[in-house]
Every structure is written in C-alpha cells, then in structure tokens.
C-alpha cells in the first residue's frame, strides 16, 4: 500500500500532505507502506499508481467548507470535475491525473482520496490552525485504511 502526498509546502495550507505523512511515519510501522511526497508533479502521481496497489492520495481540497473541513472519498464513487483550463496549483489537478492513469491503465482499483479544506495557499510555509488541527483527524482515516487492507 502506498500514501502520497500531493501540494506545495511553500503555499501555506496546499503543504498539508507532506505534513500528514510526517506525521504518519511518527505512528504507524511504515515497513509495509510506500510514503511519498510528489510536491506539485501531478504528473509524478501518474507514475506512482499501480492498477494492484491500494493507495491513499492527501491533497488540500477547496471544497466550499469551512478551513479544516476533512472529506475522504474514492473517486470511483464521485464526481470530480476536469477544470476547463485543466490547471491547478499542481500543473494538472487530480482530476486530470486520475483521468490520465485509467487511460494508462495504472488507476487503483482501491484508491482512496483524503482532502482538507485550506484556509490559505499564499507563499509561505507552516500551517493555518484549523489545517493544522485537521492533521490528527486525516492520520486517523490512513490508519483505519491501513488496518482494512492487514
């Protein structure tokens, strides 16, 4: 199983994932588990899915909620939206880099996507409070994943 992190640290809350995965591999016996921090290379993500490994993806999400705000979900069962100019802060968004990999044949039939809800993404680095509090909650979700696939 893999975890991937996906953001900018330098843009205040988009480094939420790579915070996440500090995290992560503080509590969790990580000999099982392939932790990665792509930064903003969607197209690294890409490459890193495996159609037979089970994954979680940790990216900030705008998602119209409150700063914080954690929504886990597997992009088989929502709709994410292909933006019209196909840019984010990552180049392409998920949406594109998913879309890319089931061409590829690489999407996970198991993939899970845990998004939290930025309060800022101006230069800088560190946290905003409310994403800070919300790292505890979204380490919980990848340990449960984890546990479901022991």
């Given amino acids: 199983m893999q ?5 900018n640290a330098f843009c205040g809350d988009d480094g939420v994932g790579a ?11 990580t000999a099982s588990l392939r932790l990665a921090d792509l930064g903003t290379d969607a197209l690294a ?14 990216d900030a ?11 886990a979900f597997r992009p088989r069962e ?9 840019l984010s802060l990552h180049g392409l968004g998920l949406a594109e880099a998913f879309a ?24 800088g680095t560190g946290l905003s409070d409310a994403v800070a509090a919300a790292v505890p909650r979204v380490v919980q979700i990848i340990q449960a994943e984890v546990q479901r696939h022991e």
């Fill in 3 to 7: 975890v991937i992190a996906v953001g």
């Fill in 19 to 29: 915070a996440v995965l500090a995290q992560l591999a503080a509590v969790l016996e």
């Fill in 45 to 58: 993500l890409v490459e890193m899915l495996r159609a037979d490994e089970p994954c979680v993806v940790v």
């Fill in 61 to 71: 999400a705008r998602m119209g909620q409150a700063p914080g705000t954690v929504a």
């Fill in 78 to 86: 929502a709709r994410l939206r292909i933006r019209g100019d196909g």
């Fill in 100 to 123: 890319l990999a089931g061409q590829l044949g690489r999407m996970p039939a198991d993939l899970l996507v845990v998004g939290v809800e930025p309060a800022g993404v101006t230069p």
